[in-house]
C-alpha cells in the first residue's frame, strides 16, 4: 500500500463528505458534542456558500485545500482566493499598495481563513495522528497552488500558537496581533468574578450594568429551538445596521442567518434586549467546546450601556454559567480592557512569492512583534484586576 499523499483543490464544500471534512475539523466532542471551533467545520462554511456570503461576487472564491492518503482524508484547510483584503482583520493593505507601487500584482492572493470571523482556531485542519505529516502536505500544497496560479501570496490568518511554530519552521512568515479576551478562573458568578477586581473599576462595571438594564425592558438569552423565524429578522436589521456603519455593505446575506438556524441553532446565543416585546439590540455569540466567541451586535434604538451590557456582561453571565474558559469578543476594542477582558496574542502566516518583498516583509513584522508585545504589557498592567497590594472587598 503506498502511502504516497494527494493534494487536491475543490471549489465547493460540498465535495466534502462532511463527515470526512468534521473529523479533520475536529466538528463536536464526545463529551459536549460541541466543536472547539465552531467556524472550520463544514456546517458553517457551507452556510457561508448556500447563503452566497462567499463565492461569485464576494471577492472570496472557495479553494478548499484536501490531502489524501490510501484514500482517506487526512487533512484540509479553508482556502479562498481573494480580489482585495477585506473581511480578514489581519491587515495587509500597506503591503498591498507598497507591493503594486512596485509594479507588481498583488492580488489575487490565496487565504486560509474563516471569512469576516477573527477567531482563533486551526487552519490546518489534519486528522488525529495526521498533525505532522497533514501540516506539512498543506503547506507544500499552497505553495504549489500559489505558484501554479501565479499567485502573489497567500495568509494563515488567526492560527493557532502551535501552527504558527510549525509555519515558522517551515519557512513561513509569522506576524502577531492582539485580541482581547477574558478568561474564566472558576468563578461561582459574576459577583465571583467582580471581587478579583480593583473596587473602582468593580463599582464602575455595576453601575454600567445598572445603567444598560434601565433601558425599559429586558434581555433574554436564546440557544436552539427557543431562536425563532421573527428574532433573525430582527438581528438582520441590527447587523445591517452596523455593517453600513462599518463596513458599507455587510458581509453576510440574510439567508446566512436562516442557514445557521437549520445546521447550527445548538451552537448559537442570540442575546436580544426586549423593549414592550420587541427586540431593539442584539449580540450573536457562537458557542464552542470551552470557549464563547462573540460576533455581532447592532440596534435600532441607542441606550446608554446597553452594547457593554449584551456583548460583554452577558456573554460573561453565559460563560460563567455554562463552565466555558474564555469569552473572545471579536477584534479591535481597548475598551474591553476596563471590563476583564485582557491583551491576548494571536497569529498569522504569510508566504509571498517574490523573495526580495517577502525579505522586507520579514523585517516589517520583526519590528512589529516588539511593539505589539509592549503594547501589550502596558495595557495589561492597566488591567481592572487587583494588583499586589490587598484591597478591601467591600464597596
Same mark, same amino acid.
Given at each position: 500500500?503506498?502511502?504516497?499523499?494527494?493534494?487536491?483543490?475543490?471549489?465547493?464544500?460540498?465535495?466534502?463528505?462532511?463527515?470526512?471534512?468534521?473529523?479533520?475539523?475536529?466538528?463536536?466532542?464526545?463529551?459536549?458534542?460541541?466543536?472547539?471551533?465552531?467556524?472550520?467545520?463544514?456546517?458553517?462554511?457551507?452556510?457561508?456558500?448556500?447563503?452566497?456570503?462567499?463565492?461569485?461576487?464576494?471577492?472570496?472564491?472557495?479553494?478548499?485545500?484536501?490531502?489524501?492518503?490510501?484514500?482517506?482524508?487526512?487533512?484540509?484547510?479553508?482556502?479562498?482566493?481573494?480580489?482585495?483584503?477585506?473581511?480578514?482583520?489581519?491587515?495587509?493593505?500597506?503591503?498591498?499598495?507598497?507591493?503594486?507601487?512596485?509594479?507588481?500584482?498583488?492580488?489575487?492572493?490565496?487565504?486560509?481563513?474563516?471569512?469576516?470571523?477573527?477567531?482563533?482556531?486551526?487552519?490546518?485542519?489534519?486528522?488525529?495522528?495526521?498533525?505532522?505529516?497533514?501540516?506539512?502536505?498543506?503547506?507544500?500544497?499552497?505553495?504549489?497552488?500559489?505558484?501554479?496560479?501565479?499567485?502573489?501570496?497567500?495568509?494563515?490568518?488567526?492560527?493557532?500558537?502551535?501552527?504558527?511554530?510549525?509555519?515558522?519552521?517551515?519557512?513561513?512568515?509569522?506576524?502577531?496581533?492582539?485580541?482581547?479576551?477574558?478568561?474564566?478562573?472558576?468563578?461561582?458568578?459574576?459577583?465571583?468574578?467582580?471581587?478579583?477586581?480593583?473596587?473602582?473599576?468593580?463599582?464602575?462595571?455595576?453601575?454600567?450594568?445598572?445603567?444598560?438594564?434601565?433601558?425599559?425592558?429586558?434581555?433574554?438569552?436564546?440557544?436552539?429551538?427557543?431562536? &425563532?423565524? *421573527? !428574532?433573525?429578522? %430582527?438581528?438582520?436589521?441590527?447587523?445591517?445596521? @452596523?455593517? /453600513?456603519?462599518? =463596513?458599507?455593505?455587510?458581509?453576510?446575506?440574510?439567508?446566512?442567518?436562516?442557514?445557521?438556524?437549520?445546521?447550527?441553532?445548538?451552537?448559537?446565543?442570540?442575546?436580544?434586549?426586549?423593549?414592550?416585546?420587541?427586540?431593539?439590540?442584539?449580540?450573536?455569540?457562537?458557542?464552542?467546546?470551552?470557549?464563547?466567541?462573540?460576533?455581532?451586535?447592532?440596534?435600532?434604538?441607542?441606550?446608554?450601556?446597553?452594547?457593554?451590557?449584551?456583548?460583554?456582561?452577558?456573554?460573561?453571565?453565559?460563560?460563567?454559567?455554562?463552565?466555558?474558559?474564555?469569552?473572545?469578543?471579536?477584534? &479591535?476594542? *481597548? !475598551?474591553?480592557? %476596563?471590563?476583564?477582558?485582557?491583551?491576548?496574542? @494571536?497569529? /498569522?502566516?504569510? =508566504?509571498?512569492?517574490?523573495?526580495?518583498?517577502?525579505?522586507?516583509?520579514?523585517?516589517?513584522?520583526?519590528?512589529?512583534?516588539?511593539?505589539?508585545?509592549?503594547?501589550?504589557?502596558?495595557?495589561?498592567?492597566?488591567?481592572?484586576?487587583?494588583?499586589?497590594?490587598?484591597?478591601?472587598?467591600?464597596?
Amino acid at each position: 500500500m503506498s502511502n504516497q499523499i494527494e493534494i487536491f483543490v475543490s471549489g465547493s464544500i460540498a465535495d466534502f463528505v462532511p463527515e470526512d471534512w468534521d473529523a479533520c475539523a475536529g466538528g463536536g466532542s464526545a463529551s459536549s458534542g460541541r466543536a472547539a471551533d465552531p467556524f472550520t467545520t463544514h456546517r458553517f462554511l457551507q452556510a457561508l456558500e448556500t447563503s452566497g456570503s462567499v463565492g461569485t461576487g464576494t471577492g472570496w472564491a472557495p479553494r478548499y485545500l484536501g490531502a489524501r492518503q490510501n484514500g482517506t482524508l487526512i487533512a484540509v484547510a479553508p482556502l479562498y482566493a481573494k480580489g482585495h483584503s477585506q473581511g480578514e482583520y489581519v491587515f495587509d493593505f500597506a503591503w498591498a499598495q507598497a507591493y503594486e507601487n512596485a509594479g507588481g500584482s498583488y492580488y489575487p492572493k490565496l487565504q486560509v481563513a474563516v471569512p469576516f470571523s477573527p477567531v482563533t482556531g486551526r487552519r490546518f485542519l489534519c486528522r488525529a495522528g495526521f498533525e505532522s505529516i497533514g501540516q506539512s502536505a498543506l503547506v507544500q500544497g499552497l505553495v504549489h497552488v500559489a505558484t501554479e496560479q501565479e499567485m502573489s501570496s497567500f495568509h494563515v490568518t488567526f492560527c493557532t500558537e502551535t501552527e504558527a511554530q510549525a509555519g515558522r519552521d517551515m519557512g513561513l512568515i509569522h506576524r502577531i496581533g492582539q485580541q482581547f479576551h477574558w478568561e474564566n478562573k472558576a468563578y461561582t458568578d459574576f459577583n465571583d468574578f467582580l471581587s478579583q477586581l480593583s473596587s473602582r473599576k468593580r463599582k464602575a462595571i455595576r453601575k454600567e450594568r445598572l445603567q444598560a438594564q434601565s433601558f425599559g425592558g429586558e434581555i433574554i438569552q436564546l440557544t436552539g429551538d427557543a431562536i &425563532q423565524p *421573527e !428574532h433573525w429578522d %430582527a438581528f438582520w436589521q441590527f447587523y445591517q445596521n @452596523t455593517g /453600513s456603519r462599518k =463596513w458599507g455593505t455587510p458581509y453576510l446575506s440574510r439567508r446566512f442567518f436562516d442557514c445557521i438556524q437549520d445546521s447550527m441553532r445548538d451552537d448559537v446565543l442570540l442575546i436580544l434586549a426586549l423593549r414592550d416585546g420587541v427586540p431593539i439590540a442584539g449580540a450573536l455569540n457562537f458557542i464552542g467546546s470551552d470557549t464563547l466567541f462573540g460576533r455581532y451586535w447592532g440596534c435600532t434604538e441607542h441606550h446608554a450601556c446597553l452594547h457593554f451590557e449584551l456583548c460583554y456582561y452577558q456573554a460573561i453571565d453565559y460563560a460563567i454559567a455554562q463552565g466555558l474558559a474564555t469569552v473572545e469578543a471579536g477584534a &479591535q476594542g *481597548e !475598551h474591553k480592557l %476596563a471590563r476583564g477582558y485582557l491583551p491576548r496574542t @494571536t497569529h /498569522s502566516l504569510h =508566504w509571498i512569492a517574490d523573495a526580495g518583498f517577502a525579505s522586507a516583509v520579514q523585517e516589517f513584522v520583526e519590528a512589529e512583534k516588539s511593539a505589539v508585545a509592549h503594547e501589550a504589557d502596558i495595557l495589561t498592567s492597566y488591567g481592572p484586576f487587583k494588583k499586589n497590594v490587598k484591597e478591601s472587598d467591600h464597596d
